[in-house]
């Protein structure tokens, strides 16, 4: 099956702004999309690297609903490492899309708060060395069903 046909299983809807795949499972199939700066309607689309593997837009989904959003705001504030690196990756993301001259998830400029966690679990996992992202996943551990593929 061809991966633009994947991510929409993945998703249950066509892909918006699809480019590629970015960043696979173990298992071989679509985890990360790239993403074009506009979908094939002329619409912005913020985020760069989108999180497609249903078991980890799941996991993440849970810790979002646990406050997590708001509690990596405030960890990203709190400790200068995190803030360094949120800001790094703000702008390598502006450097990657300079037509959308967004943060990662389409965070302005200037932007202390994070707006969604799966946009800096994808950008951790398509740009690795992103510290906060990869806080983010080593809460998610493990990140892969083991016995199986989600997709299949």
Known sequence: MHDRALVELQLGRP????????????????????????DEAGEPFPTTF?????????????????????RWSARSAEDPQLAASLEQAHE???????????????????????????????????R???ALGEAILAELRPLWPHDRCCTD
């Open 92 to 126: 390598e993301q502006r450097r990657l899309r300079p037509e959308l001259p967004l943060g990662v998830g389409g965070a302005q400029p200037g932007a202390r708060s994070l707006k969604c966690l799966h946009a800096h679990a994808a950008y951790a996992l398509a």
């Open 50 to 70: 989108y999180l497609t593997c249903p078991a980890l837009v799941a996991a993440v989904s849970r810790l979002e609903a646990a406050g997590g959003v708001e």
């Open 15 to 38: 892909p918006r702004a699809f480019r590629r795949v970015a960043v696979r499972c173990p298992h071989g199939h679509p985890a990360v999309t790239e993403q074009s700066p506009y």
């Open 128 to 130: 690795p060395g992103y």
